[in-house]
């Protein structure tokens, strides 16, 4: 079984910064990529920021400049710096990572089970 671990969500006011910290254990061969997903009330779930194995980042345009994603070297663990927050990137963060089970051909994707970012005017 494999688990998403999250923490760093947070209150905050416009301007403000906070770091979101994602730790994958568990029986897993392989991660690739591992993102940030995130859901604001009423609305989908959308995509925030994805790094591949390699370092190959992808970011929402509406975080591009402020957020930053980062991976821990030789370690399922991924970052999401987050920087100059608005009022609109308020919403529950979810971390997800696309991995391969020991002796599976297929991939599946895993989430966390969210964490609340609410950032304040």
């Known amino acids: 079984q494999v688990q998403l671990v999250e923490s760093g969500g947070g209150l905050v006011q416009a301007g403000g910064s906070l770091r979101l910290s994602c730790a994958a254990s568990?029986?897993?061969?392989?991660?690739?990529?591992m993102g940030w997903y995130r859901q604001a009330p009423g609305k989908q779930r959308e995509l925030v920021a994805t790094i591949t194995s390699g370092g190959i980042t992808n970011y929402a345009d509406s975080v591009k400049g402020r957020f930053t994603i980062s991976r821990a070297n030789g370690k399922n663990t991924v970052y999401l710096q987050m920087n100059s927050l608005k009022p609109e990137d308020t919403a529950v963060y979810y971390c997800?990572?696309?991995?391969?089970?020991?002796?599976?051909?297929?991939?599946?994707?895993?989430w966390g089970q969210g964490t609340q970012v609410t950032v304040s005017s």
């Open positions: 997800n990572a696309r991995g391969w089970s020991p002796g599976s051909v297929l991939p599946y994707d895993y």
């Open positions: 568990g029986s897993i061969s392989y991660i690739n990529p």
